[in-house]
Structure formats: structure tokens, C-alpha cells
């Protein structure tokens, strides 16, 4: 007998037994003929996560290789990240979270209706990342402490997260970060049958006090002091693809859900699902959480000078928007795709104020019959004074893409557009900081004596040696170099730039062809390129289709200049496109 079961597009997600009864003379017996499972489906036009694009359904469902994006906005960087949904055992993990987290929106799980629904599966999915307080699959590390777990930029892929959890009886894996949140969060979705991808948000503020407001306060030599508030370098997170029938949307469309708890002001808390065009649009009161995510993007910042903790006086800059820039990895391809469209108009058109101005009386209700000129004059009141504003342009860039073990080249240049001489006096200095816009060590401090001629443009080079920045990296490959002029000369002037620190190159070169369940090798090789030893040097190696888990290959101290290479050996165990990914570690990163 062939049976076919064809379940609903509004039946239940999970894992289902089919039972046969037979009756004969009188006798009833009860056979069972197994297990299958039903997942969300975006291959038929009447499931809510219909997606209707072949190519966007390979990418967003079916993809198990992804693009993390780090950096800073005028230095993106990538790696590549293992999503392996379609791995052993990812499927009853994956439901185990919905088990574990179906308290959230429920008071219990006996009425599993709501497993029909992607707005409540992905609820439960994104507060079941990092937000539960005892069951969530990874934790934040607090204060950057990494003692008694993994480092949080040390992880390739998801498989190990999600088996490591499921592993450990349902215990938190220690430690992430957002990229890694998201990332977990995005094989959560796909291997549930929604369409998801990661995105990172460049410059993302995290304020307390002012939602529409971020603040910096730096003292007079250019340290960045830290404050209740923190400007991200980027922030990741996730967005899915359904119909919001909570929100009575005919089709589907993007969700931004963000697993990372961020404090409120009413305590920390993972957000969406968001709708991205109701952010684009400021329309607030129409979705979860619709106004943390609009101030994610559209905050305006503000650089205070503080001197003598007694008095704070707001600088001359050219201050970059909240919100820079917001890519994705682009479909079929390894470039990314910007889709800071999607979360806003472009910055200074009418589109972009009229959903401001609306988002703005919904954030703050004392606005609320508020015209749009004293909206325009409040924030313009709040805003730094542009540099060009005091005669003065000033501008740091690179001159070199520093390598770990690479000196540091800038060229500053200022430009002094009056017609008079100005002599001014600047400090300089450079600082550590983490990718969360937590302030570190400040390393370099440098006073320059700068006299611009009427209507002169000067170059200055400047250079950091990596004697002087290396014992301060560690894990945070980002420092900020600040130029700010001395207060007792009159206006205060600023300049600044975020550079990011390259690691080295992990070199992997296949030595036979790869065939399904035939031993393949290839070799690894990595060069120190420091004038010092490398310490507890490390290789992890994974690839979903290659590895059944990651392979660990301890190389121990490798001289400076030395090269390690080694050969490993794997057996692909499953047909198709897959990816070998090399990380590397040692007690500098």
C-alpha cells in the first residue's frame, strides 16, 4: 500500500507519527508505519513564508554557507560562517528549542496552535537565543570576560553552537556576540522552512536615556571615556521572511528580528519581529518594538569634550549618521548587498524627514501636535557644529591597510577656509575599541603645533608602529585615532577615524579531488608575520558535508616569520557545493 500524507499550509511545524488502524473480524489492531516531519514551506503560494523568487529561496533557505560582515563602515570585512541547517540532528535540536521556549508567549505548550504561525515560531526561536534565563542557547560574555568558555569570534558555524547546547542539557554555550546570535538564529529559521538571512547595521547606537539620541564624551587629549551610552562599530542581526497576518499583510515580506538583548531602560531585551518597511517609514505603532529598531537606524550622535568632569562642551565634527550603512550577503554570490534603502529614505530627502518627524512625536509624545520646524529646530539645537562651520576641514586617511604586525600609516589633512593665518594646537591619541564601542586602552598620545596659511591645505603623515598598538589588540582588531585641538585655543575641533587591524591569511590548497566517501587531503599553511612568538597557536578546522566535527590541530609556538603547514585528510560524506574553513588562534587573537 503507498500512502500519501499532504498536511495543510496551515498545519502545525514539528515532528508527527502516522499510525494505521486495521479492522478485521471483529479484531482492531494499530500498526505504526513511522515518523515525518512538517516545516514551513516558501515553495507554496498559501504557506505565510511563500517566496515566490527561485534564487531567493536558494540563498535565503536552502544555502548553508553564509558571509558575517565586521569591520567598520569605511572598512568592511567578511569571514564565512557555516549555517548547516540540513546537518544530523540540527532538525530535533531545532524543535527542542521551540519545546523549551513555548512558555514564552504561552502559559503552556498543550495548545500548540500557535506552531502554525512564523510571527510566534520566530518569537520563540529569537528569545530562546540569548534571552532566556536559563535555557538559551549562547550567552554574552560581561565585561569581555571570556574565563570558563569559548571566545566569542572563535566559532565558524552554527552546528557546533546548536549540538553543544542540545549536549549539554539545554545549558547556555558560552560565549557569543551578535554575529554569532544572529547567525544561530538565521539556521534556527531556515532549517524550520523560513526564509532568513544576516544583516549588519554599521554604527548602531545603544542609548538608555534618549532613543533618538547618542552620546560620546571625549576628554582633552582625545580619550574616549566611557559613558551610559555605547556607539556599536556594527550590530548584526536577523531578518525573515513571512506574511504578517497579525498585521494584516497580504503577502510576505522582510521581519527584522534581532536575538541580542540590549538594555531598554527597562531592562535588556531581544526585539521584532519588526517590520523593515514600517521602520523605513517611521510608522511606530503599527509592530513589536517598531521603536527601538527605527533609533537602531535614524539616531542622531553627539561628541562632547569634557573637561575637569565639571563641564562638557560639544565639539566641531563632521559626525557620521546612526544607522551608516546596512548590508547583507547579495543572492548566489559572495559580495554583499546593500540594503540601507529598505530601512530608510535617503538621508536629507523629503521622504527621509516626513518619517522622521512621524517617528519622532510617536517617541516622544510631548511632540505630538508639534509642528515639523520646531521638530527641525530641537534636533538642530542637539547637533554638533559642522567643522566647515569654525574655518577648519580636517580629515584622517589611510595611507596603508595595516596587517597585524604592520605600522599604522595616516596622512592627516587639514584645510583652513579663511582668509587669515590660524595657529592651533592639537592632541592626538589612539584607543582600543571593542566592536561594541566599549573604550579600552588608550596606547598613543602625541601633541602637534599646526599653523595654516590663508586659504592652505596640509598634509601631515602621521604613524602608529605596531611596537606601539600590539600588546593592546588582543581579540579587538579596531582602534580609534583622534585628533582634537586644544580647548584653551577657543572652539574645540575634532577629527577621527576607526581602523581596523588585518589578521593574517590562512592558506588551504586541496591535494586531490574531492568524491563522495573517498579520503581527500589538503594542506593548511599559515606564516607568523610578527617580530615575536605566536603562543598556543591553534588551527580549528570544519566544512558541513566534509567534517562530521570541527577537527582541532594544536601547533604550538610558531617563531616569528615561521611557517606551519599541514596536511589533514577528510572524507566528503555528502554530495553537493561545500566549504572547508580554516580559523586560526593563538594568545594574540
Given at each position: 500500500?503507498?500512502?500519501?500524507v499532504?498536511?495543510?499550509?496551515n498545519a502545525?511545524?514539528?515532528?508527527?507519527?502516522l499510525?494505521?488502524?486495521?479492522?478485521?473480524?471483529?479484531h482492531t489492531?494499530?500498526r505504526?508505519?513511522?515518523?515525518?516531519y512538517?516545516?514551513?514551506?516558501?515553495?507554496?503560494?498559501?504557506?505565510?513564508?511563500?517566496?515566490d523568487?527561485?534564487?531567493?529561496?536558494?540563498?535565503?533557505?536552502l544555502?548553508e554557507?553564509?558571509?558575517l560582515?565586521?569591520?567598520v563602515?569605511?572598512?568592511i570585512?567578511?569571514r564565512p560562517?557555516h549555517?548547516?541547517?540540513f546537518?544530523?540532528?540540527?532538525?530535533?535540536?531545532c524543535?527542542?528549542i521551540?519545546?523549551?521556549g513555548?512558555?514564552?508567549h504561552?502559559?503552556?505548550?498543550?495548545?500548540?496552535?500557535?506552531?502554525?504561525?512564523?510571527?510566534?515560531v520566530?518569537?520563540?526561536?529569537?528569545?530562546m537565543?540569548s534571552?532566556?534565563?536559563?535555557?538559551?542557547?549562547?550567552?554574552?560574555p560581561?565585561?569581555?570576560?571570556y574565563l570558563?568558555?569559548?571566545?566569542?569570534f572563535?566559532?565558524?558555524?552554527?552546528?557546533p553552537v546548536?549540538?553543544?547546547?542540545?549536549?549539554?542539557?539545554c545549558r547556555?554555550?558560552?560565549?557569543?556576540y551578535?554575529g554569532s546570535?544572529?547567525?544561530?538564529?538565521?539556521?534556527?529559521?531556515?532549517?524550520?522552512g523560513i526564509?532568513?538571512?544576516?544583516?549588519?547595521?554599521?554604527?548602531f547606537?545603544?542609548?538608555?536615556?534618549n532613543?533618538?539620541?547618542?552620546?560620546?564624551?571625549f576628554?582633552?587629549?582625545?580619550?574616549n571615556?566611557?559613558?551610559?551610552?555605547?556607539?556599536w562599530r556594527?550590530h548584526c542581526?536577523?531578518?525573515?521572511?513571512m506574511a504578517?497576518?497579525d498585521?494584516?499583510?497580504c503577502?510576505?515580506?522582510?521581519?527584522?528580528?534581532?536575538?541580542?538583548?540590549?538594555?531598554?531602560?527597562?531592562?535588556?531585551?531581544?526585539?521584532?519581529?519588526?517590520?523593515v518597511?514600517?521602520?523605513?517609514?517611521?510608522?511606530?505603532?503599527?509592530?513589536?518594538?517598531g521603536?527601538?529598531?527605527?533609533?537602531r537606524?535614524n539616531?542622531?550622535?553627539v561628541?562632547?569634550?569634557?573637561q575637569?568632569?565639571t563641564k562638557?562642551?560639544?565639539?566641531?565634527?563632521n559626525?557620521?549618521?546612526?544607522?551608516?550603512q546596512?548590508?547583507?550577503k547579495?543572492?548566489?554570490s559572495?559580495?554583499?548587498?546593500?540594503?540601507?534603502?529598505?530601512?530608510?529614505y535617503?538621508?536629507?530627502?523629503?521622504?527621509n524627514?516626513?518619517a522622521?518627524?512621524?517617528a519622532?512625536?510617536?517617541?516622544?509624545?510631548g511632540?505630538?501636535n508639534?509642528?515639523?520646524?520646531?521638530?527641525?529646530?530641537?534636533?538642530?539645537?542637539?547637533?554638533n557644529?559642522?567643522?566647515?562651520?569654525?574655518?577648519i576641514?580636517?580629515?584622517?586617511?589611510?595611507?596603508n591597510?595595516p596587517?597585524?604586525?604592520?605600522?599604522v600609516?595616516?596622512?592627516?589633512?587639514?584645510?583652513?577656509?579663511h582668509?587669515e593665518?590660524k595657529n592651533?594646537?592639537?592632541?592626538?591619541?589612539?584607543?582600543?575599541?571593542?566592536?561594541?564601542?566599549?573604550?579600552?586602552?588608550q596606547f598613543?598620545?602625541?601633541?602637534?603645533?599646526?599653523?595654516?596659511?590663508?586659504?592652505?591645505?596640509?598634509k601631515i603623515?602621521?604613524?602608529?608602529?605596531y611596537?606601539?598598538?600590539?600588546p593592546?589588540?588582543?581579540?579587538?582588531n579596531?582602534?580609534k585615532v583622534?585628533?582634537?585641538?586644544?580647548p584653551?585655543?577657543?572652539?574645540?575641533l575634532?577629527?577621527?577615524?576607526d581602523?581596523?587591524?588585518?589578521?593574517?591569511p590562512?592558506?588551504?590548497?586541496?591535494?586531490?579531488?574531492?568524491?563522495?566517501?573517498?579520503?581527500?587531503?589538503?594542506?593548511?599553511?599559515f606564516c607568523?608575520?610578527l617580530?615575536?612568538d605566536?603562543?598556543n597557536?591553534i588551527?580549528?578546522?570544519?566544512g558541513c558535508?566534509?567534517?562530521?566535527e570541527?577537527?582541532?590541530?594544536?601547533?604550538g609556538?610558531?617563531?616569528?616569520?615561521?611557517q606551519?603547514?599541514?596536511?589533514?585528510?577528510f572524507?566528503?560524506y555528502?554530495?553537493?557545493?561545500h566549504r572547508?574553513?580554516?580559523?586560526f588562534?593563538c594568545?594574540?587573537?
Amino acid at each position: 500500500i503507498n500512502i500519501s500524507v499532504f498536511p495543510p499550509s496551515n498545519a502545525c511545524i514539528g515532528r508527527y507519527i502516522l499510525n494505521m488502524q486495521i479492522t478485521s473480524c471483529g479484531h482492531t489492531y494499530q500498526r505504526c508505519l513511522g515518523d515525518f516531519y512538517v516545516l514551513f514551506n516558501p515553495w507554496c503560494a498559501d504557506d505565510p513564508v511563500y517566496m515566490d523568487n527561485q534564487a531567493h529561496r536558494e540563498e535565503y533557505v536552502l544555502n548553508e554557507h553564509g558571509i558575517l560582515y565586521e569591520g567598520v563602515h569605511k572598512h568592511i570585512t567578511s569571514r564565512p560562517w557555516h549555517f548547516g541547517q540540513f546537518e544530523d540532528g540540527i532538525l530535533d535540536i531545532c524543535l527542542k528549542i521551540l519545546d523549551m521556549g513555548a512558555s514564552y508567549h504561552h502559559g503552556s505548550d498543550r495548545d500548540r496552535c500557535w506552531r502554525n504561525d512564523p510571527v510566534h515560531v520566530s518569537m520563540v526561536v529569537n528569545h530562546m537565543i540569548s534571552s532566556h534565563t536559563t535555557n538559551s542557547i549562547m550567552k554574552i560574555p560581561e565585561n569581555n570576560d571570556y574565563l570558563k568558555g569559548t571566545k566569542s569570534f572563535s566559532w565558524n558555524g552554527s552546528v557546533p553552537v546548536l549540538q553543544q547546547w542540545y549536549n549539554g542539557r539545554c545549558r547556555p554555550v558560552r560565549y557569543g556576540y551578535c554575529g554569532s546570535l544572529a547567525s544561530v538564529m538565521c539556521t534556527v529559521m531556515r532549517c524550520l522552512g523560513i526564509p532568513s538571512r544576516v544583516v549588519t547595521n554599521y554604527c548602531f547606537p545603544c542609548s538608555i536615556e534618549n532613543p533618538l539620541g547618542i552620546n560620546e564624551i571625549f576628554d582633552c587629549t582625545g580619550k574616549n571615556l566611557c559613558g551610559k551610552d555605547k556607539l556599536w562599530r556594527y550590530h548584526c542581526w536577523n531578518e525573515s521572511w513571512m506574511a504578517r497576518r497579525d498585521i494584516n499583510q497580504c503577502c510576505g515580506d522582510w521581519q527584522c528580528l534581532d536575538p541580542t538583548p540590549l538594555e531598554t531602560g527597562r531592562g535588556s531585551a531581544c526585539s521584532g519581529p519588526t517590520w523593515v518597511r514600517s521602520i523605513r517609514e517611521g510608522e511606530l505603532d503599527l509592530d513589536y518594538d517598531g521603536h527601538h529598531m527605527f533609533s537602531r537606524v535614524n539616531s542622531n550622535y553627539v561628541g562632547w569634550l569634557s573637561q575637569n568632569n565639571t563641564k562638557k562642551t560639544k565639539f566641531f565634527c563632521n559626525a557620521w549618521p546612526c544607522g551608516q550603512q546596512l548590508i547583507t550577503k547579495s543572492v548566489g554570490s559572495e559580495q554583499f548587498e546593500d540594503i540601507t534603502g529598505a530601512y530608510k529614505y535617503e538621508l536629507g530627502s523629503v521622504k527621509n524627514k516626513e518619517a522622521y518627524y512621524r517617528a519622532y512625536r510617536r517617541i516622544h509624545p510631548g511632540y505630538c501636535n508639534a509642528s515639523n520646524c520646531h521638530i527641525e529646530r530641537e534636533l538642530s539645537s542637539l547637533k554638533n557644529p559642522f567643522l566647515s562651520d569654525s574655518g577648519i576641514n580636517m580629515k584622517l586617511k589611510m595611507a596603508n591597510c595595516p596587517m597585524y604586525g604592520e605600522d599604522v600609516q595616516l596622512h592627516w589633512l587639514l584645510e583652513n577656509l579663511h582668509s587669515e593665518n590660524k595657529n592651533l594646537k592639537f592632541n592626538l591619541c589612539a584607543q582600543i575599541i571593542t566592536y561594541s564601542g566599549c573604550p579600552m586602552d588608550q596606547f598613543w598620545k602625541d601633541t602637534v603645533n599646526v599653523t595654516l596659511g590663508p586659504r592652505e591645505v596640509k598634509k601631515i603623515p602621521l604613524c602608529i608602529s605596531y611596537s606601539q598598538y600590539g600588546p593592546y589588540l588582543c581579540d579587538h582588531n579596531i582602534m580609534k585615532v583622534v585628533a582634537v585641538s586644544d580647548p584653551e585655543c577657543g572652539e574645540v575641533l575634532m577629527v577621527s577615524r576607526d581602523i581596523v587591524i588585518n589578521r593574517p591569511p590562512v592558506i588551504v590548497k586541496l591535494l586531490s579531488q574531492p568524491r563522495l566517501k573517498v579520503p581527500c587531503t589538503a594542506e593548511i599553511s599559515f606564516c607568523n608575520p610578527l617580530q615575536e612568538d605566536m603562543k598556543n597557536c591553534i588551527m580549528t578546522l570544519e566544512g558541513c558535508g566534509l567534517f562530521k566535527e570541527p577537527m582541532t590541530i594544536d601547533l604550538g609556538t610558531l617563531a616569528s616569520n615561521q611557517q606551519a603547514r599541514t596536511i589533514v585528510e577528510f572524507t566528503p560524506y555528502r554530495l553537493g557545493s561545500h566549504r572547508l574553513l580554516a580559523n586560526f588562534g593563538c594568545h594574540k587573537f
